[in-house]
């Protein structure tokens, strides 16, 4: 497998740096549950890059530390050199569940982050459904949507401020198979039209290589950095990338780092 560069010094052409990361919960007991160790990674602008790891590795709290929503217990975390002390209008988070208002309309349910910051941002909302496809459903409520409608609005809801980082925490993984992959049909083709930097979590490793320009493999908790590929097929990639015999030597090969030559992992 070909690494990807992983630096533990500072690089200014890198969009977010992570230095030296741990972190830790405190519990009843007093021994700590040890999240996160020695985490060192850069990720340069619009690039996309995968993150899989076996549950409770801390890809989550990963996640939650570069949104502001938990704080490291040491080391630093920075994007475009200033450290993150809590939620930012620059970076959108996109959760497993759409999680939206059911008694707001699907424009309605864009336009909370704007309207929270006091923006007027109904012009980039509608732009942004027609983007993937809900233009003509900006006045219906969620419950008159599919799965894969409602994780659109929420994809839309994130980028409505413009940020230029969306982390996506697992955000498809309650789809259907055929849902899947249409959405991650239109993700690349997002991330391709809007130039967004985006880390996305997930337990699919066929699906981390299809999103990646570079796919970051966690070891179990303590989760540290196993490895960082980079993925050598050309974008946009369409499903028919996936025929690629690279496609499938990337897959297998990240899931041996993932687990273990002798595993019976099937995907």
Not at 26 to 48: F, S
Request: hydrophobic share 40%.
């Amino acid at each position: 497998m070909q690494g990807g560069t992983l630096s533990t010094t500072g690089n200014k052409s890198a969009l977010i740096s992570i230095q030296k990361l741990e972190k830790r919960y405190p519990t009843r007991d007093g021994e700590p549950v040890h999240a996160l160790t020695d985490v060192n990674l850069e990720v340069p602008e619009n690039e996309l890059l995968s993150v899989v790891g076996p549950s409770g590795c801390g890809k989550s709290t990963l996640l939650r530390i570069l949104a502001g929503l938990d704080t490291p217990s040491s080391g630093s975390v920075t994007v475009n050199g200033k450290a993150i002390t809590g939620p930012s209008r620059d970076v959108g988070v996109v959760f497993q569940q759409a999680t939206l208002l059911p008694w707001q309309t699907v424009l309605d349910n864009v336009l909370l982050p704007a309207r929270a910051q006091g923006q007027d941002r109904k012009q980039r909302a509608r732009e942004l459904l027609d983007l993937v496809g809900l233009k003509d459903f900006a006045n219906k409520y969620p419950f008159e949507l599919s799965g894969g409608m409602q994780q659109r609005v929420a994809i839309c809801r994130a980028m409505v401020c413009d940020p230029s980082i969306l982390l996506m925490d697992e955000p498809f993984g309650a789809l259907d198979a055929m849902t899947r992959e249409q959405m991650n049909s239109e993700l690349i083709r997002i991330q391709a039209e809007q130039k967004k930097t985006i880390i996305f979590i997930t337990h699919s490793i066929p699906e981390a290589v299809f999103l990646g320009d570079r796919v970051l493999v966690m070891t179990p908790r303590p989760g540290r950095i196993a490895e960082i590929a980079s993925i050598d097929l050309p974008k946009p990639r369409t499903l028919a990338s996936m025929g690629d015999a690279r496609f499938a030597k990337y897959c297998t090969e990240i899931r041996t780092v993932f687990s273990g030559p002798s595993a019976d992992v099937h995907f």
